[in-house]
Each structure stands twice: as structure tokens, then as C-alpha cells.
């Protein structure tokens, strides 16, 4: 991984936050920015321009789906960690990769990895 990128997180279940922020930092991720809802994501989004973002399909404000779509819109590429399969998601989940939880360092690497892959090449990816 690239040292020095910036993550925008979004995920309201603390422990696994403070996991993937710790996988993150491993990875030589500069900045997390954390967020818990989708609104406060989205206001985060009217200002900053994060390299890459993890969401959770089902926050506390309900689905991301907005979240997803401004994304898309904005042509940051993200990756979805959920409880939920990926045929709970809509149109603008499709390119993303999706990693059911529990899953393990392992796995969280992989899906990162092909983020920041497929963020390099974005018109195929959003």
C-alpha cells in the first residue's frame, strides 16, 4: 500500500472502527477520518476529498445508499464492509467490493487492496 493516504471510515459498531482504523494504521494510512453516520459523512464530503472511503451498508441513520451515490458522483473509490450480502445493496454499490462481516485481516487487505486498485483505473470503477 501507498503510505500517506487518506481513509474516510464509516462504520458505527466502535470495535470494528477501532479494528479497521488499527488495519489501516498498519498499512501507513496518514489520516482515518471516522464517521458513525451517513449525514455526518456527507457533510465531511462537501469540503474534504478523501482518497478512499469504507462504508458500512446499515448505519444508525439507516442504509448508505446516499453515502454510496455521492461517492460514485465524486469518484471516490470505496469499498462496503457489511452484516448484510451484497444483494442487499442497489445500483450504486454494483462496482464496489463488498466484505460480509466477520471477516478477517486477511481478507480486509484483499478488499482494500482492490480498492485502491481499481481507484487507480476509476472509469472503470464508478
Known amino acids: 500500500m501507498e503510505p500517506g493516504r487518506s481513509v474516510m471510515l464509516v462504520e458505527d459498531e466502535p470495535m470494528i472502527a477501532l479494528m479497521v482504523e488499527n488495519m489501516l494504521d498498519a498499512q501507513g494510512f496518514q489520516r482515518v477520518d471516522l464517521f458513525a453516520r451517513n449525514a455526518q459523512a456527507l457533510a465531511f464530503l462537501q469540503d ?45 454499490f454494483d462496482a ?12 480486509f487487505y484483499s478488499c482494500l487492496g482492490s480498492c485502491l486498485q481499481k481507484g487507480a ?3 472503470a470503477y464508478v
Request: charged letters at 25%; zero cysteines; a neutral charge.
Open 48 to 92: 474534504h476529498r478523501p482518497d478512499i472511503a469504507i462504508i458500512d451498508f446499515s448505519l444508525a441513520d439507516g442504509r448508505a445508499d446516499p453515502l454510496a451515490q455521492k461517492l460514485r458522483e465524486r469518484r471516490i473509490p470505496f469499498f462496503v464492509i457489511s452484516g448484510f450480502t451484497r444483494g442487499a445493496g442497489n445500483a450504486h
Open 121 to 123: 483505473g476509476l472509469s
Open 96 to 107: 464496489a467490493p463488498w466484505l460480509e462481516k466477520p471477516f478477517s485481516e486477511e481478507q
